[in-house]
């Protein structure tokens, strides 16, 4: 089952030249696949601001634990976001992208986990 939970646009103003004009800004769309045995939820957009809340809901409210976490098109994370991502990730969801930026967040998130010498330390 595919099910889209939520998209939401905020609109603004912007002067460009005297002229204003509107842009799209802050957008994130979260998609929630759910499967006999989990669910995957696939971001895309921006994981930031009142976005986090929303995903984490969104996350919360999943009837069977979320295995896969799609990053492949999120476009920006703010410290709250990286927070949430961090929790899912310790609650067993595996964490998915291929740009550099998000493997970058992935990558300092997940650390621990992969440096047994940090490991021994704990």
Do not use: F
Request: charged share 30%.
């Amino acid at each position: 089952m595919l099910r889209i939970t939520n998209v939401r646009r905020q609109p603004r103003l912007e002067l460009e030249d005297g002229a204003a004009i509107e842009r799209e800004r802050e957008m994130l769309r979260i998609t929630v696949q759910d499967s006999p045995q989990s669910v995957a939820l696939k971001l895309e957009g921006q994981l930031k601001g009142p976005w986090v809340e929303e995903t984490e809901r969104v996350w919360k409210n999943c009837d069977r634990p979320v295995a896969v976490v799609d990053l492949c098109d999120v476009t920006s994370v703010d410290l709250q976001g990286k927070d949430l991502l961090a929790k899912m990730y310790q609650g067993g969801a595996n964490l998915v992208a291929y740009t550099p930026m998000m493997t970058n967040i992935i990558e300092v998130l997940t650390r621990n986990d992969k440096d047994p010498e940090k490991k021994e330390a704990h």
